[in-house]
């Protein structure tokens, strides 16, 4: 019987620890606006100054365009960039990439993803 009451109450802690995780705060991020995806470009180009991937001359930059583009996976916000200050005239406008929901992933001189 002592086997069967242990085994019962292993049964009952391995029930509760799921449920104790399971919790229904899981709402689905919504998109960001073209105004948001801007700011966060921004701050990807401060960033990116700060770790002296940028020059100087880049900080406080604005976005010139904030496209969105749907690709085959999924939207991408391009912000474009135009700085006149720097030197190199093949770098004087910087392309920021986020996915649609404003996580960064790149940036380039290029334009392309």
Not at 18 to 41: F, K, N, Y
Request: glycine share 12%; hydrophobic share 40%.
């Amino acid at each position: 019987m002592k086997k069967y009451a242990a085994a019962f109450a292993g049964l009952l802690f391995a029930m509760t620890g799921s449920l104790a995780q399971a919790h229904g705060d899981h709402d689905e991020e919504a998109p960001v606006t073209r105004q948001l995806a801007g700011g966060r470009a921004m701050g990807v180009v401060g960033a990116l100054v700060q770790d002296q991937k940028l020059g100087p001359s880049w900080a406080g930059q604005r976005p010139t365009e904030v496209l969105n583009k749907a690709t085959p996976a999924g939207a991408l916000w391009i912000i474009t960039f135009n700085n006149p200050a720097e030197p190199d005239k093949n770098k004087q406008t910087l392309y920021i990439l986020l996915d649609g929901m404003g996580n960064y992933i790149g940036a380039n001189h290029t334009g392309k993803y």
